[in-house]
């Protein structure tokens, strides 16, 4: 939920501007980043990405419980974003 992802963002931002890492103060949208898409993507794929989320807009998911929380630093490049794992930890109940 929403409330869980804020809890979780504050709870984070507190641990690592606790062992010296500063981070710029900004408001905080709750959101988990499913898929990426090129900005050329061409017209014939962006109807047909069109037609599979209207399609599919309706499907529900099972609710799933993550352990483990990864915090990555993005690399943008032409070619796509290269992701590197920085740091991981366990979640508590």
Known sequence: ?????EHLHDKLAHLVREVGI????????PHVTLARFA???GARDQTRLGEFLA???LVRLPR???DTVTLYRSHL????PI???LAEAELSG
């Open 1 to 5: 939920s929403g409330e869980g992802l």
């Open 55 to 57: 399609l599919n807009a």
């Open 39 to 41: 900005k050329d993507m």
């Open 64 to 66: 799933a419980r993550a």
């Open 22 to 29: 500063a981070l710029p103060r900004s408001r905080f949208r």
């Open 83 to 85: 992701y590197e794992a």
């Open 77 to 80: 490049r032409e070619d796509g």
